[in-house]
C-alpha cells in the first residue's frame, strides 16, 4: 500500500511536471552564466525511501568535475548521465556536445544566424528492474524515479547544478523539456540571442537475460546463431558472406523480442541493446553485425 500511495503522489507530481522550465538560479553572474543541459540521476524505490538523493546535497550550488580528454562531467555524491550543449567551440556548434544517453524523441537540430544560434537536442535514460527485484516486479507500482538537475556553465567554462531546487522526478515516459534564450553582445558589440531547446526521455526497459544474433540465407534457412554476453562493450558479430537477413533477439521476463536487419545491400546493420547494471539503470550499447 506504501508504495502504491508512493507512486500515485509521483503519478500525480508528474502530471504536473512533465514539460516544466526550471527557472535560472540567482547568482551574482547569472546574467553570464548559461544553462547547457541536464544531468539525470536514478534512484529505485528502495534507495528513494532509504536516501533521497535531495539529502545528499548539503550545498545549493553542486560544481562538476569536468574532464576534457573524455568529455565527461560528474558530481561528487551523484551517479547521473548527462546531455549537454556548449554552444560554439571555434567556428562550430556539435549537437549535442556532450551525451551519455540514447538518441530522443526529437531530432537534433542547429542553425546560425547573424541574430543568433538555434540548437534543439533530445535524449533518452532507460530504467527497468534492479537485478534483485521479484519474479512479480511491477513497472508501474515498483518502478525507480530519475531526477533531473540542470546545468550551468560559467563564463570562465566551469559546471555546476543548482541543487537548491525540488528536481522533476519522472517514470516511464515523461521527461524535462526547457527552453532558454541568452541575450549577450558579440565581441563587435552585435546584440545577439542564442536559444537552447532540450527534451529529456524517462523509459523503461525490460532486463535481459539472452541476446543472441541468427543469420538467415536469402532462402530463410538459419545459417549461424551467435550468443552475446550482456557487458557494457558488446563485441561486433561478423555472419557469413552468404547472410541475407539477420534477426536480433533480445529474451526477457517479457519474452522474444525480434529485430531484423537487411544485410543483402549494405552488409551492415547497428542495433543498440539497452543494458541495465544491478539498480535497474540503463544505458544503450551498440552491437555491429557485419558480413
Known sequence: MKR????????AALAALTGCSLARP?????????WVGYYMVYQSQE???????????????VWGDWDEESRTLTFPKLTGSALLVLGREGDRITVPSVTEMSPGPVES????????????????????????????????????????????????GAFYLDADITPCSY???????????????DEAGKLRTDTLSMTVAARYAPRLTALRVVAFDKDNQVLSTTPLPLSKELPAVTVAPETAWVAVEEESADG?????????????????V?????????WGADLTIRR
Open 171 to 185: 517514470g516511464s515516459g515523461g521527461g524535462p523539456f526547457r527552453q532558454e534564450e541568452y541575450i549577450y553582445r
Open 109 to 156: 537540430a542547429v542553425s546560425s544566424t547573424e541574430e543568433g544560434d538555434s540548437v534543439t537536442v533530445s535524449g533518452t535514460v532507460w530504467w527497468g528492474a534492479p537485478l534483485d527485484a521479484p519474479a512479480d516486479f511491477d513497472p508501474q507500482e515498483d518502478g525507480g524515479f530519475w531526477f533531473s538537475y540542470p546545468v550551468y556553465r560559467t563564463p570562465a
Open 47 to 61: 534507495e528513494f525511501t532509504a536516501d533521497p538523493v535531495s539529502r545528499r546535497l548539503s550545498q545549493e550550488i
Open 4 to 11: 502504491r500511495l508512493l507512486c500515485l503522489v509521483l503519478a
Open 256 to 272: 522474444v523480442k525480434h529485430t531484423s536487419y537487411d544485410l543483402s545491400q549494405e552488409g551492415t546493420a547497428l542495433h543498440q
Open 274 to 282: 539497452i543494458l541495465l547494471d544491478e539498480d535497474g539503470r540503463g
Open 26 to 34: 540567482v547568482r551574482e553572474d547569472a546574467g553570464a552564466d548559461r
